[in-house]
């Protein structure tokens, strides 16, 4: 292993907080991770990772120098980038929820793909939050508030989480006038999004939760829009999948005044200012795009 490698070894120990992870990261076994990590720390002159049965945790030694390695690293990068100021290649890793990744992310890889040539992609459509470093993935998609404050992110839009029926069903049924209301009606649930038959709404700045008795639970959230549309009961989607439900009278917006706050609909990365070339050059090209997305520009009151 050469001197970079050992930085870029420390750097993954670090921001992944753990050999294994940072070993699937650098596709490394655990047992050379060890041995590198052994030879730098001896090269060094100090422990550079305070190691425990639970966790990894670098020292002020190791923290310091893997500063100074970020800097060094992106300073070669550049160097080689410098070199081939206009390249843009290599294989983009890029995941994204299901239903939106294939309307809306999906487009636009394709257009920077068409301008990038030497460029691959692999892209994982998921409504599991996968995590970045573990997957070795560079980019993700995000709808909802961050868990992990490590990851830089940069917003393109926010979504409404709406409740809606078709007009066939209220036409028989009626429409619920507050969230309690829904107890007395049929609720389809999509349990892609949550298992619990609860449904959460705000008034007046507050939360409320309601506990519902579904009389269908669909996994797929597809799936269960097809049956709210043909007049099953009521239902719950992210505004930007019914957008063109609503604007056809497929389907009708309750409840607008409990309606929880908007969600934010971000683009994430695990690289900040040291992120390689090509996934500085997706994210330029991928954010103002998803942004001048109308379903992502939901109004806010």
Do not use: C
């Amino acid at each position: 292993m050469d001197r970079l490698d050992e930085l870029s070894l420390l750097v993954a120990v670090i921001d992944a907080g753990g050999l294994a992870a940072a070993g699937r990261r650098l596709r490394r076994s655990p047992a050379a991770m060890t041995r590198a990590l052994a030879a730098l720390e001896e090269r060094a002159g100090a422990r550079l990772i305070e190691r425990t049965t639970r966790r990894l945790a670098p020292t002020d030694a190791g923290r310091e120098l893997a500063e100074r390695a970020r800097i060094l690293l992106a300073d070669y990068a550049a160097a080689l980038e410098t070199s081939a100021p206009d390249a843009v290649r290599g294989l983009l890793r890029v995941t994204g929820p299901t239903v939106f990744g294939g309307r809306h992310l999906a487009p636009v890889i394709n257009g920077f793909l068409t301008e990038h040539p030497d460029v691959r992609a692999d892209v994982t459509l998921h409504d599991r939050n996968l995590d970045l470093i573990e997957s070795e993935l560079h980019v993700a998609l995000r709808i909802g508030a961050l868990a992990d404050s490590s990851l830089v992110a940069r917003r393109v839009g926010s979504v409404r989480r709406l409740t809606v029926a078709a007009p066939d069903y209220l036409s028989r049924k009626g429409a619920p006038k507050t969230p309690a209301d829904l107890t007395q009606h049929a609720v389809i649930l999509t349990t892609a999004v949550s298992a619990s038959p609860e449904w959460r709404f705000e008034a007046g700045g507050r939360p409320r939760a309601v506990r519902l008795d579904p009389r269908l639970r669909i996994n797929d959230v597809e799936a269960a829009l097809a049956a709210v549309r043909a007049g099953q009961g009521i239902g719950r989607a992210l505004s930007y999948q019914i957008a063109d439900d609503l604007a056809a009278g497929r389907l009708v917006r309750l409840l607008p005044d409990y309606e929880p706050a908007p969600l934010p609909v971000q683009l994430l990365t695990a690289g900040g200012r040291f992120m390689p070339p090509l996934v500085r050059a997706f994210l330029d090209y991928a954010a103002p795009r998803l942004e001048r997305l109308p379903v992502l520009r939901e109004r806010q009151s």
